[in-house]
């Protein structure tokens, strides 16, 4: 690694939080209302933060991610608006890898010039299934053939760079039709695949049907097979699974700015339940979009927590984050304590590691068990 | 010497022996109403909070009869349970007189049977008192019947009393006075005294609690302890006032202390007699020996530099309990810790629980054991109380184990359920007593083995409260033994090996196994548990490994979530042990000790 890139690495990352969505997904348990009323006064909060984090030292960003809810929700106007206070406010650098998460139903070619012409070099579309009886299911306002549309759409725009978004381990969701939607979405040929396993958050309409047993949980073993198969496939059609759930097709096509959360590098999150980390602290916005605009509109930070790490808890970042992605932990984080070494040997005669130089790195099944590996080395 | 009464009070555990004691303090107003606190001669948090007395203490109460007589009553509060009954015996050998406790609703249970067994043994004049009378649920006729029946004493002769509303307080004062002796002796005679307890003060040494028979003993006397002829310059002599009350002299028929430049309470022994090395009693009084443990366990460290620590822990805590004791033990498994020997079970819950709270160790204990006795082919026998030692099974010619016997007090519709649960115990000879209508008094003879896990839990479950145990230790029989090794992933886990008599040894290992499957926590691979005597698998049980353990999304760069819930588990993990590559919770060496599911 030359200088230069060092440099560039350093830079932070800058995430804008669009709070709004059309319907409210029923897995869904992010930030988001379905109130468009308050567009405004949130652009005005965002014009806010973003001078005021301008003023405590935040200035060139070499990632933009607007993500959501649904972006795409936002009108012309209003997302010339955003990009024009990030603008104001912020520089990016001459290459930044500037994304914004659109919903296939929004997608239009009026809509992918606006960004183009804002500058918006990669999109992450939420496809998440291409099987009708799916996309009802999970409440999506999309169907297949929309999905399709959007992706061929996007590519007769210009955008090359591009990720689709899929779900597994839902209920009614089969290897056969999980196979399906893997092999329709290749044909598009895609840079990019974020592969999710679905998450029964508690406090979201699953959560609680789940909790009431109207809803079968996917079983450990049942995640196991779906992980597996998902990987095995895309990897033998030419993917890098680089992280838990992420896939690319070669390394400049790695999510920039999603890697800058798993390597520890500063960020800044704008908008409402956003979170930042620079130094060693974290803080988080509120995630009431009314007390957003209101914390603003009265001269004060939306900040509703933050924390300092310590030296252990950083440690155990590194290990905890480290541990999903390809690139794994410094071996020096492994090691510095009693049994490390032993444990390591053990892990990678296993096969749940391997090690490269100064690397470990989990292998598949290393993966498939990422949460538990910081634990096993914090004896 | 006629205005001296020495007295004990005995009583069944939880039948007001403590509050009692409060009251008469109380009687006598040697603390003001503002310090007084309830059980106020239990100092220690555990005594206070289980409300048992595990330490004697001794106080000498004023007390000025309506003729003006004053008189000095020396109360010697024991404890209750069986582990510490030959404290409670040299406390006893130390009075003329006893108050016996019976509750007014339970009547005569198993320890009131065994306590007054030891206070005839002393030739103790023996006051009953009823108890709790203020209790809606009291049956003092029935009490004083179970009194006579059970007893044999006069049931004319007790006292009716609640120590809570303090009524009857001034007839068990009279009767103190009036039916107890005075004690007899000769102050001019060679001093013999009884150490009948000792405590431990970190500024001054051991405090050593005594009856004086003959003799006199004073400040600058050279004293000589009669066992171990070990010599010391007495400091300070007193009686105990709630605190410390110095004295000129302690003489024959006294009770007190004598504080002579001892260091530690180990070098007294409970039993012994104090006399002048100038002019020696002839003979020490009689009844000393020398307490045994009956109970083994290893202690361990959980974290294995904490080693240092705990041995730093043990040696404070032996300053002031004498009878435990401990040595050197390492284990494969669990590395460097200390072999332990209890009076008994509840001693041993004691040490452990004052380890953690007063000392703040964080320890796992292995399995008790008792003491075994293999004869070899070469006629040697050889006492083993650590399954570690067990010896080669071709070279064991016999094996013998310790037996008890145990006497079990029941309302007549539990007794099925007990002789049950003895003969599962392995009890033999049972005998059936009727003391009174509709209660049996049920004797078996039990391997000590049995007993030392959870024989008391369940007793009180099957009776629902009502049954009462006590058991004395009759000595060692001929029993068919092995050693159940547990294997964790193959690998023999030391700490967790159990001598056992051969026909309990299935039941146990398949306990074991599942007990481990349910507190070993899943890894990354599976976990096979097999429980095994000799080479031989008996039981197994497998913990199935994480198939997949992790979260989808790590998102939106909400790091904080995710880390917190890791720490959460980090902690737990720090009362974890490897075994091997097996993580084994402190919980896990705990569960494997109770015998059974229910």
Known sequence: ?379 | MKYIRNFSIIAHIDHGKSTLADRLIQYTNLVDERQFRDQILDTMDIERERGITIKSQTIDLPYMDSEGREFELNLIDTPGHVDFSYEVSRALASCEGVLLLVDASQGVEAQTLANLYAAMEHDLVIIPVINKIDLPVADVERVKLEIDHELGLDPDSAILCSAKEGTGIEDIFGAVIGRIPPPAGDPAKPLSALIFDAHYDPFRGTIVSCRIFDGTVRPGDTIRLMSNGTTYKVEEVGIFHLTREPGKELSAGMVGYVIAGIKTVSDTRIGDTITLDADPAPAPLPGFKEVKPVVFSSIYPIASDDYQSLLEALEKYKLNDASLVYQKDSSAALGQGFRCGFLGLLHLEIVQERLEREFDQSIIMTAPSVQYRFILSTDDVVTVDNPLYYPDPAKIKASEEPFIKAGILVPERYVGAVIKLCMERRGINSHLSYPTPGRVEVTFEMPLAEIIFDFYDKLKSITQGYGSFDYEITGYRESDLARLDILVNGEKVDALSILVHKERARDRAVTICERLKEEIPRQQFKIAIQGAIGGKIIARSTVSAFRKDVTAKCYGGDITRKRKLLEKQKKGKKRMRMVGNVEIPQSAFMAALKTDNE
């Open chain 1, 1 to 379: 690694m030359n200088k230069q890139e060092m440099n560039k690495e350093d830079l932070p990352g800058l995430y804008v939080h669009v709070p709004f969505c059309k319907t409210k997904c029923p897995y869904c348990d992010f930030c988001s209302i379905t109130d468009t009323s308050l567009v405004a006064s949130w652009l005005e909060g965002v014009e806010r933060e973003v001078i005021a984090w301008g003023r405590e030292g935040f200035s060139t960003f070499d990632t933009l991610y607007i993500g959501g809810g649904t972006p795409s929700l936002l009108g012309k106007g209003e997302f010339e608006q955003l990009m024009g206070i990030l603008r104001n406010g912020f520089s990016f650098a001459p290459d930044a890898e500037v994304t914004v998460e659109v919903n296939p139903d929004d997608v239009t070619p009026s809509l992918l010039s606006c960004y183009m012409a804002l500058g918006i070099n990669r999109l992450s579309v939420g496809v998440q299934s291409l099987q009708e009886e799916e996309l009802r299911f999970l409440q999506r306002r999309h169907t297949a053939a929309r999905a399709q549309r959007a992706i061929e759409l996007i590519r007769s725009s210009g955008f090359d760079n591009f990720g689709v978004d899929l779900m597994y381990g839902f209920q009614g969701q089969t290897k056969k039709s999980w196979a399906d939607s893997l092999d329709r979405v290749l044909s598009w040929a895609p840079p990019h695949l974020s592969c999710y396993q679905l998450t029964l958050s508690e406090g979201t309409p699953f959560g609680r049907l789940a909790s009431e047993g109207k809803l079968r949980r996917c079983t450990e073993e049942q995640g196991r097979r779906f992980f597996t198969y998902t990987s095995n496939f895309l990897q033998d059609h030419g993917f890098a699974h680089y992280e838990v759930s992420n896939f690319a097709k070669r390394e400049g096509l790695f999510s920039r700015h999603n890697q800058k959360y798993w390597q520890r590098t500063p960020y800044l999150g704008i908008g409402p339940a956003a979170h930042s980390f620079r130094y060693n602290q974290r803080w988080w916005n509120t995630g009431s979009v009314g007390d957003y605009c209101r914390l603003l509109r009265e001269g004060r930070l939306p900040v509703a927590g933050q924390e300092r790490l310590s030296p252990e808890q950083e440690r155990l970042e590194r290990l905890m984050l480290g541990f999903r992605t390809g690139k794994g932990v410094d071996i020096d984080d492994i090691i510095g304590r009693s049994s490390g070494r032993e444990v390591l040997g053990r892990l990678s005669s296993s096969g749940i590691v391997r090690i490269e130089g100064k690397r470990v790195s989990p292998t598949l099944y290393g993966y498939l068990i990422a949460d538990r590996l910081p634990l096993i080395f914090l004896n």
